[in-house]
């Protein structure tokens, strides 16, 4: 399960990567970011009305009202930031979004934590003619819900969660079961408008000979990510 990820690109080197047009950049002068958490902002890629590629910022993880079992009192939302592969068709929660709201979400590496107290981090990130190249994570994203849309974890009202699937060879030994879906970009444009059945044929294990651990050690989790 992902909850920690960077994309420390260029907003210059992600429009170029993901065809975005200039004046379909609503990132500004966003830097670079060598920490994104759960309910946190990101750079993400989607579809606008206009059927345009559009660069904008989404909270991470998919808000649904949180309640106390004990007190009965709500508390402050909870973050869904990972989709199953295997129930992106059928649950409620992202059932919407796989249909009409899928987007590509820019990353430069991501984290998987192995053991507790004190868990050792491991950084993970595809190969490339530089170090630690921008990719594509598959997303969803959905406008914040109006009830949770004035909560301080949604201040951009829009929310992006990560698809995960089954771990590859380099992924399971840090995290038996799951990995997030990288895409390859000749998929991209697939992803973002293809049809349910080709959407779902991506949904599957990066190749592990295009991946590589850039980064291991004990709390390991931001600076240290980019400047070793």
């Not at 379909?24 to 890629?45: C, F, H, Q, S």
């Not at 914040?144 to 380099?170: C, K, Q, R, Y």
Request: charged residues 25%; aromatic residues 8%; glycine residues 6%.
């Amino acid at each position: 399960m992902c909850n920690l990820y960077s994309a420390t690109s260029s907003v210059e080197a992600m429009r170029e990567l993901f065809q975005v047009k200039p004046d379909m950049d609503r990132l500004g002068n966003a830097e670079p970011k060598t920490a994104i958490w759960p309910k946190y902002p990101g750079p993400v890629v989607r579809i606008a009305e206009d059927g345009e590629r559009e660069l904008v910022e989404m909270n991470w993880g998919f808000l649904t009202k949180n309640v106390s079992k004990k007190t009965g009192k709500e508390l402050k939302p909870q973050a869904w930031n990972n989709a199953r592969d295997d129930k992106v068709r059928t649950n409620g929660l992202w059932k919407s979004s796989f249909l009409k709201r899928r987007c590509l979400i820019p990353a430069s590496s991501f984290r998987e934590a192995k053991g507790k107290r004190p868990a050792n981090d491991f950084w993970f990130a595809v190969k490339g003619d530089e170090p630690r190249p921008p990719f594509a994570m598959a997303g969803l994203w959905q406008p914040t819900p109006p009830a949770l849309a004035t909560s301080l974890d949604a201040p951009t009202g829009l929310s992006h969660t990560v698809v995960t699937t089954t771990a590859n060879e380099i992924v399971r030994p840090v995290h038996p079961q799951r990995m997030v879906v990288i895409l390859d970009p000749s998929d991209y444009e697939t992803w973002l408008t293809g049809s349910k059945e080709e959407a779902s044929a991506l949904l599957r294990p990066y190749p592990s000979n295009k991946m590589e651990v850039v980064m291991e050690g004990v709390g390991i989790l931001t600076d240290d990510v980019v400047n070793s």
